[in-house]
Nanobody, 127 residues
Framework: VQLQASGGGLVQAGGSLRLSCAAS????????GGWFRQAPGKEREFVAS????????YYADAVKGRFTISRDNAANSVYLQMNSLKPEDTAVYYC?????????????????????WGQGTQVTVSS
């Protein structure tokens, strides 16, 4: 499984960005997807996850109501729409997936549950 994250950049506070994660080497509808982020000097943290069916999503409290995770299995992609961005959202954002046997199961939140990771895309929010 290879993952290619894109869509990061520099944006002013209050702005929006949409991150994309394109998967290859797998049939994405068999995998749950997640986004994580890592700011300088901090550990990687969970941002959002979505199950393979797309019907269950989880969010970190810090992004709830501002970020939306979605997926397009036909495009083999997972997305993260980020609105009302804040300077504290500045980080490298990583997409990740893991094989999910049960279609309607809940998606995992701990990063160690995810077996495949993308290379990361930088998001910088200026105040």
């Amino acid at each position: 499984v290879q993952l290619q994250a894109s869509g990061g950049g520099l944006v002013q506070a209050g702005g929006s960005l949409r991150l994309s994660c394109a998967a290859s080497g797998c049939t994405l509808n068999q995998y749950a997807g997640g986004w994580f982020r890592q700011a300088p000097g901090k550990e990687r943290e969970f941002v959002a996850s979505i199950n393979r069916g797309g019907g269950i999503t989880y969010y970190a409290d810090a992004v709830k109501g501002r970020f939306t995770i979605s997926r397009d299995n036909a495009a083999n992609s997972v997305y993260l729409q980020m609105n009302s961005l804040k300077p504290e959202d500045t980080a490298v954002y990583y997409c990740a997936v893991y094989y999910q046997r049960i279609y309607y199961a809940e998606p995992a939140t701990p990063p160690d549950q995810y077996g495949s990771w993308g290379q990361g895309t930088q998001v910088t929010v200026s105040s």
